[in-house]
């Protein structure tokens, strides 16, 4: 292998490796992704309770050496339950307080070295309680020293909408009929139908259709944590709409009734007996 062969292996596997510490740097924070700066790690929320949100360093743009940054979040939802620094500044003094209701105030400095540009890890983990969940914006604002104008991204209690109900009553109906769909939906800030409707209230209802051939509705919830969606197939036939056959079990108990039923009128009827249900 030549001098040049070698030196032009070297200048592709740099540029490898600089393309893979680059792709390590991103960070995927469920709605996008940030490559470098300040963010929140959202917490889905099944169930009441405490939830730990941690605030992440990723690929530094400058050496940190002093921070402070403001939370806000929805008191109604959340209750700020304390904090700790997490292990990127392990040798730094820091502290956080719940300057007024709803808004924590995080700050620290470094005692002996600033770390260096490039730097990632958990820069501090704070505590809530969740009364309820539903979807709620945590906002990471006035960041100030080492921390200003770094990009961020706030973080979701994660809650997507939850769809208890969607029906088509009836579900086949004859060329013109009309069919009623309803639903039932808890957490949705904006809800549609397709096809036609369209827009319909997020809180839940009903309203008729008159599909002119055989559909499949999709029903779409959002909100700002995500989508949650629900289908129903109805049918528009041209003949009467099969009535649903029976079960082999549910069958063989009505033959066995109905023939006990023909027993005993046959016998009433030789002896002259009435008939008694």
């Not at 300040?38 to 917490?43: C, G, I």
């Not at 924590?104 to 002996?112: A, D, P």
């Not at 397709?194 to 055989?214: E, N």
Request: proline fraction near 5%; include cysteine; charged fraction near 20%.
């Amino acid at each position: 292998m030549d001098g040049k062969t070698i030196r032009a292996s070297r200048e592709w596997l740099a540029l490898f490796l600089i393309l893979l510490l680059t792709a390590a740097t991103a960070v995927d924070v469920g709605a996008g992704t940030i490559e470098r700066g300040l963010y929140l790690a959202e917490n889905a929320c099944p169930s009441p309770g405490q939830y730990v949100f941690e605030v992440h360093v990723v690929d530094a743009p400058n050496d940190l050496g002093a921070f402070m940054f403001e939370v806000r979040f929805d008191t109604a939802v959340l209750s700020f339950d304390g904090g700790e620094k997490g292990p990127l500044i392990s040798g730094f003094v820091s502290d956080h307080n719940e300057i007024v209701p709803g808004v924590i105030r995080v700050g620290g400095y470094y005692l002996s070295n600033k770390l260096p540009s490039g730097c990632s890890g958990v820069l501090y983990r704070l505590v809530f309680t969740a009364a309820q969940c539903i979807c709620s914006r945590l906002e990471l604002i006035n960041l100030k020293d080492s921390v200003a104008g770094w990009d961020v991204h706030d973080a979701f209690l994660k809650v997507d909408p939850v769809i208890g109900r969607f029906t088509a009553t009836p579900e086949c109906i004859k060329p013109g009929g009309n069919l009623t769909l309803s639903w039932a939906v808890e957490g949705a800030e904006s809800m549609s139908i397709t096809p036609d409707p369209g827009s319909v209230d997020p809180s839940g209802g009903s309203l008729q259709v008159s599909p002119s051939q055989s559909t499949t509705y999709i029903l779409r919830a959002l909100n700002a944590c995500g989508e949650t969606t629900a289908a129903v197939k109805v049918s528009v036939e041209q003949d009467a709409c099969a009535v649903p056959a029976l079960s082999k079990w549910g069958a063989m108990i009505i033959a066995v009734l109905l023939g006990g039923v023909c027993v005993r009128f046959l016998r009433r009827r030789k002896t002259g007996e009435r008939l008694k249900w």
